[in-house]
């Protein structure tokens, strides 16, 4: 029980580092909806996969690193669509392993819009290296192990409503869990120490030319005790090829995002956030940079540009 509670205020400790979120932070998520909500699943004409490795705050001792992958696309005369997103999220002398399956089911409406619904079932595992750390008590016997957490299974939900210009969608990526040793609960903090996150999304493609599109998006993210968070990202596409952006993530940082379509198969996507709160004086920055593997783009005749 001792190591439990330990094992507990560490990924406490370490989630209020990163604004008390569970949930692995990244900012090139625009670029691949899988990240946020289920019901992305699918909703694009062809298969698409991506990998992104995170180094958040640069210099900053036991900061957080991440590494995702992610691949979906649609099934079914294109009316579902299936997802996998893999990740690992490194805090401190803490780690959390994670995998995700994804199912969307699309509804189709008369004005070329849709809603998509999706679940997502998954499972995680959490880590301490113990040993690693320093320590002022070295008979203490709760430092001289390290720990591993039984598999957490975790189950969400989301809706996507988009048309070939604009999306919004609503997410809760844990919305039922369970720990063994707790008790069977609707309630995901009673039944499991995750809590529910609500992450709400919405943007829109103007174009400003023929050659240029200007997407305003934003991602706002509530978890119930800890400040809303909005992400506000304003980003320009020229000639479908080179992205250019920022964002600005509330009470965090300013990120600056570029990415690379070289061709119909292969982008590339880097993002470095500016930190603006109290971290700023130990860190550098954090760094990010993505690897996208689309499959099948070059068959489709039009491209829509709320994907990007």
């Known amino acids: 029980m001792k190591k439990l ?3 507990l205020g560490l990924l406490l400790t370490t989630g209020l580092l990163s604004r008390a979120q569970q949930e692995p932070m990244v900012s090139q998520y625009m670029f691949n909806g899988l990240f946020v ?3 992305y699943a699918g909703t694009h004409d062809y298969w698409t996969s991506s990998l992104s490795a995170r180094t958040q705050w640069v210099s900053f001792d036991g900061a957080p690193r991440t590494i995702i992958g992610a691949i979906d696309g649609p099934i079914a005369d294109k009316n579902m669509g299936l997802g996998l997103v893999m990740y690992n999220d490194q805090i401190g002398v803490s780690t959390q392993n994670t995998a995700i399956a994804n199912y969307s089911y699309q509804l189709k409406f008369s004005n070329d819009t849709k809603l998509s619904l999706g679940v997502s079932a998954g499972i995680n595992q959490f880590s301490a290296r113990l040993t690693d750390l320093t320590i002022w008590d070295e008979d203490d016997v709760v430092f001289q192990n390290d720990l591993r957490s039984n ?4 189950f969400g939900f989301g809706a996507y409503y988009y048309g070939d210009r604009y999306y919004a969608g609503i997410s809760i ?5 369970y720990q063994e040793g707790n008790d069977f609960s609707v309630d995901v903090s009673k039944a499991t120490f995750l809590h529910r996150h609500y ?3 919405g943007g829109y493609v103007f174009d400003l030319n023929e050659n240029l599109k200007l997407k305003p998006s934003v991602l706002m993210k509530y978890l119930p005790g800890a400040p809303v968070q909005a992400d506000l990202n304003l980003g320009l596409l020229l000639n479908e090829t080179f992205w250019f952006g920022t964002s600005f993530r509330s009470g965090d940082a300013v990120s600056i995002l570029l990415e690379y379509q070289s061709n119909n198969f292969f982008r590339i996507g880097y993002a470095y956030d500016i930190t603006f709160s109290d971290l700023r004086k130990y860190s550098n920055g ?3 940079i993505m690897i996208g593997i689309d499959f099948g783009k070059d068959l489709i005749k039009t491209k829509t540009p709320r994907f990007f």
Do not use: K, Q, V, Y
């Open 173 to 177: 990526p844990t919305l039922l869990g």
């Open 199 to 201: 992450l709400l999304t």
């Open 37 to 39: 909500n289920p019901a």
């Open 5 to 7: 509670i330990l094992i």
């Open 151 to 154: 598999i957490i299974p975790r």
């Open 286 to 288: 954090s760094h990010e």
